[in-house]
């Protein structure tokens, strides 16, 4: 396998600023001359948030935590903030309501994000990760003192202006008040962290720099200090659509949800167009090995050694080397030379689901019936035709005999790799 490269910053940037330019991870921020001072000097205190409004993070908010490490590699000291408040309320999307989840499920949730958000970020050093909960301090505050303390700060008019909130107004739908006041929690939360740790910068997706931004004013207007935010671009893919929860193509953190090999098979079947971004956003190599990959790609596509060093880089960030290599050996174990009952029930299960064609039979299915069934041949003289040829396996093991079935052939008492020639499979599942 290809080795997982150092989590570390690239010695060709002196500033993680110029850092996070190259790998196109600012796509809007505040005053960049300032930032670039702020970051290239000592240490300051930033934070990112994330709401608690699905059991699991996804590759969106993968992003931010990549941004947050590499700036805690600089030095920086993060903040991670899970959203037990706010993730009650939930930040106005441009199209509709959101549905609001029980208080009991969204403290599930704030559990569930926290453990995450610790892999990705160092919880050593003088600089570790603190996670924090703006439950802490929305919970006890009254709502009078609210809106006399934060509330007053803020003026209707600019937060109409906010693209999502103007969105919903020009809809049938309109917005809600809770909704509406989104921006106002959010604001908060910056201003609460600048004055218990002195957080000076925010990040997030540049399709929350209004909430951003109601943040840096909130603190301008109530300390007179001028705080800091960078909002990232949005991760598409090739075709522009965004990744996440709600494009109804999220690609999970949770192993349960997207399983390591789902994930080696997603950074791996990446456009030729968007891989080089990908390697920049989504891995820790160096510039110099970047650089030799997009000369790849344009020499020689075919090759795919962008896509599977991707892959290698981001699985293993996120699951570790081992899951990695497991999806290495399932994947060459359906479509090279590996060994399938090497495969273990959890990997083999997640492969099989990965293939176009399944199906569900008992433990002693014809193998004839099924190369039909999963649409491996057109007719059963087809199917009796291929076997006849040496042309059909079971496991990787050549069938002879059309009246052959399942039976004393299945992994794990439970699985079976239907193959027609070299590369057409079939996934059957027994349970």
């Known amino acids: 396998m290809i080795e997982p490269a150092p989590i570390q910053l690239d010695p060709a940037f002196a500033n993680v600023w110029d850092e996070l330019q190259y790998r ?11 930032l670039r001072e702020l970051l290239g000097g000592e240490s300051i205190t930033y934070y990112c948030g994330f709401d608690p409004t699905a059991p699991s993070l996804h590759l969106g908010n993968l992003a931010q935590l990549i941004v947050m490490r590499r700036l805690q590699l600089a030095g920086h000291r993060p903040l991670a903030l899970v959203g037990g408040s706010t993730g009650l309320i939930g930040d106005p999307k ?14 599930e949730w704030v559990e569930y994000l ?6 990705f970020l160092s919880a050593e050093g003088d600089n570790a990760v603190q996670l924090v909960n703006n439950l802490d301090w929305t919970a006890p505050l009254s709502t009078v003192d609210f809106l006399r303390e934060v509330g007053k700060h803020f003026r209707v008019g600019t937060m109409l202006k906010k693209d999502a909130v103007a969105a919903r107004m020009e809809s049938d ?42 943040g840096t004013e909130l603190i301008r207007k109530a300390e007179g200090v001028h705080a800091h935010a960078i909002g990232t671009p949005l991760i598409t893919d090739a075709d522009g659509r965004k990744f996440g929860k709600s494009e109804g193509n999220a690609v999970w953190l949770d192993a ?19 891989v080089v971004q990908l390697l920049k956003s989504f891995t820790f190599l160096t510039s110099e090995r970047i650089d030799e990959l997009a000369r790849s790609v344009a020499d020689a596509p075919f090759r795919r050694e962008a896509q599977r060093e991707l892959a290698v880089q981001a699985t293993s960030f996120i699951h570790g080397a081992a899951a990695t290599q497991q999806a290495i050996d399932a994947s060459q174990a359906l479509f090279g030379s590996g060994d399938l009952a090497a495969l273990d029930e959890p ?17 002693d299915a014809p193998v004839l019936q099924l190369l039909q069934e999963t649409g491996l041949v057109d007719s059963l003289s087809d199917g009796r035709r291929a076997i006849a040829q040496g ?13 052959a079935t399942l039976e004393g052939r299945l992994l794990h008492d439970r699985f079976a790799v239907l193959r027609r020639g070299k590369k057409t499979l079939a996934g059957i599942d027994t349970a």
Request: charged share 20%; aromatic share 8%.
């Open 173 to 214: 739908e309109g917005i809600s008040y809770a909704e509406f006041s989104y921006q106002v929690l959010q604001g908060m939360d910056f201003l609460e962290l600048h004055r218990r740790y002195g957080c000076m910068m925010q990040t997030g997706g540049s399709d929350q720099w209004g909430n951003l931004t109601a």
């Open 347 to 363: 990997t083999l299960a997640a492969a099989l689901a990965s293939l176009d064609k399944q199906a569900t039979a008992t433990p």
């Open 114 to 119: 926290g453990a995450q958000m610790l892999r």
């Open 256 to 274: 349960n949800l997207t399983t390591p090999y789902a994930m080696y098979q997603f950074w791996l079947n990446q456009d030729d167009a968007i």
């Open 94 to 107: 441009p199209t509709s309501e959101r549905q609001l989840n029980e208080r009991e499920t969204v403290a």
């Open 24 to 34: 196109g991870s600012v796509h809007v921020s505040t005053d960049a001359e300032a």
């Open 391 to 403: 042309g059909v396996s079971v496991n990787n093991e050549r069938i002879d005999d059309p009246a």
